[in-house]
């Protein structure tokens, strides 16, 4: 559970792969740099949010890691 509707999504993967962070509206496409490291800040709507995050390095192997984020308005 998040109160902040901005929600940094970072990690380290294989350098220069392709990051794909799809939600429930749109597909992000983001590429690591020459270390492996992405970041993208993506905007919370109220209650569950889903992220699905796809890692495809230039080798063919790929990776797929699933999140629920819980964002309210409210802190309780």
Same mark, same amino acid.
């Given at each position: 559970m998040v109160f902040d509707p901005d929600l940094l999504i970072d990690g380290v993967t294989?350098? +220069?792969? #392709?990051?794909?962070i799809t939600d429930e509206d749109l597909d992000r496409v983001v590429t690591t740099n020459n270390?492996?490291?992405f970041s993208y800040t993506a905007h919370l709507s109220e209650g569950i949010n889903q992220f699905q995050i796809n890692v495809f390095? +230039?080798?063919? +192997?790929?990776?797929s890691e699933f999140r629920? #984020?819980?964002?309210?308005?409210?802190? #309780?």
């Open positions: 294989s350098p +220069n792969s #392709i990051v794909i270390q492996g490291y390095d +230039n080798y063919g +192997n790929s990776k629920s #984020i819980y964002y309210s308005k409210e802190k #309780i």
